[in-house]
């Protein structure tokens, strides 16, 4: 039964392969169906994309050229309001400051805020030319304002008035109708008692509304590199008003005018008429010369001198003849007067400086007063070369007055530098001591370096106080660290105790690491208050006192760390890195108070 049965097991078996293979095959045509669907899909937005790349293109084009026009509209609307500004600035300065100089400096700001404008784009094809024309510009407006200044200087500094000055005294004090006639009418009572109480009135020399026109033209030709123009107006015009000589000569001018061809000693008129004026005028600077001398002194005796020099030929001429001798006598005589009691008070205050006894200490070892006091009088002295090369000759022609000069500015310096000496034997600290010496001989040798001065000592004198420079801060450097340095020393480390395997006693080392933190921590709290005021030669000796503790300490701690490193407490003995040490080395010499320190 079961073999009657198998062909139609087979028949139904093969119907099913038939099925199947005819599924297949649809199936099969399907796929190539889609697949050929699908590549022609990829074949037309292949296309697609190849029609539109070029719309894309030109878009994108358009879109940047549109943001450049805009930049470029942006950056034309800059140029063109800068160049309607110069147009109308340059319309203003071409006008001249004279009739409206408020609007005319207005101008010179606007031109240089174009020079800024067009200094920052400096790619505009532009800027060049109208930097030069601008510049060009700015040129015309240095000489208008030039002319302006001297103009105004000179409108406003005529010779005052001797009404304006009886103006300016107390109602008591100024004279009155009745003081010819009588006595004391009018005037007060007790005469001290009026000047101790009487108030005075400085004088109006230029309306107070002038004064700011005339700090801003002073500023523009400051900014514009013009401070000698701008110095000799104002020294000219002002000059001009104050000199008594224009009266003296104007006098004389006179006197000889009236008595031209008139049987008349017109000399001895003027004499006569003058001589009192004079004679109480050269008692002044007498009496100057004759007062009792001090440094501060030298610069007044020095610009008297020079006046009187100045003024001799002025002297002479309108003091001519013998009946004017006395006159030109006395003038001489003070001149020479001034110029002795100028060459005293120089040796005086070499003197005074070597022998200053003031007791003023600096705790901190910075810059002593008296030290930046010398350096400065001398500095101040420089100001004056050409008057004390006069004085010099004065006395001693035979000699050149400029090795004079430095003769006495060696022996000023020599004086200070004893007197440093002195000064420093009063710190208690040897370390102290040698820093003050270091900061106080430092600040001289630049002071020179950076003035006239240098010129006169020479590179010698620079030289060799640059080495006594070095030498005291070698010498802080030996008394300073010295100590902590021998804390660091292997030798003796092994001398008894506790010995390790390489013959060290642990209990000394111990010691030596609590000796260190102990030591250092002093040095820390002391030096930190110390100053060294010069930026470069306070990194200079850091330094080197880094690289003498530092590379000693690491050698310490790498060789002997390890034999406290196991104890309960580690951080008692090796309580700071060498890092931690560098970086506390960078607080010495700051001048930090405890407190600070502490926080």
Known sequence: MAVAALPQAMDALSRRATMLRDSLRRSQGNTDGMVAILGSFDHRLSALEAAMRPTQVRTHAIRTAHENIDRTIKAADGILSQFDLARRAEATILRGPHEDLESYLEAVDVLKGIIRFFSSNKNFKSSEGVLNHVNNLLAKST???EEEFKQLMGTYSKPIEPDR???????????????????????????SKGLETAVYRTPTLIPPRILPLMNDIAQQLVQAGNQQTCYKIYRDSRASALEVKLLLAGERKICDQIFDGVNFNKGHCFAELTANSIITLFSFGDAVAKSKRSPEKLFVLLDMYEVMRELQPE????????PCTEMREAA???TKRLAQTAQETFSDFEEAVEKDASKTIVQDGTVHP??????????????????????FQEFDSGTEAESQLAAVTTRIMQALQNNLDGKSKQYKDPALTYLFLMNNIHYMVRSVRRSEAKDILGDDWIQRHRRIVQQNANQYKRVAWAKILQTLSVQGAGSSGDLTSSGVSRATIKERFKSFNTQFEELHAKQSQWIVPDQELRESLRLAVAEVLLPAYRSFI???????????????????SPEAVDQLLGQFFEGQQWAEQKR
């Open 165 to 191: 000055l009886f103006d300016c005294l107390p109602k008591s004090l100024r004279p009155t109708k009745g003081d010819h006639e009588a006595d004391g009418g009018g005037r007060s009572d007790h005469p």
């Open 143 to 145: 000489l208008k304002i």
């Open 315 to 322: 002297i002479e001429e309108i003091f001519e003849g013998k």
């Open 558 to 576: 790498k060789r002997f760390g390890n034999l406290v490193e196991n104890n309960k407490n580690p951080q008692k003995y090796v309580r700071y």
């Open 370 to 391: 008296l030290t930046s006091y010398v350096i400065n009088y001398v500095k101040f002295l420089f100001d004056y070369q050409s008057t004390l090369k006069l004085l």
């Open 332 to 334: 001489s005589s003070l």
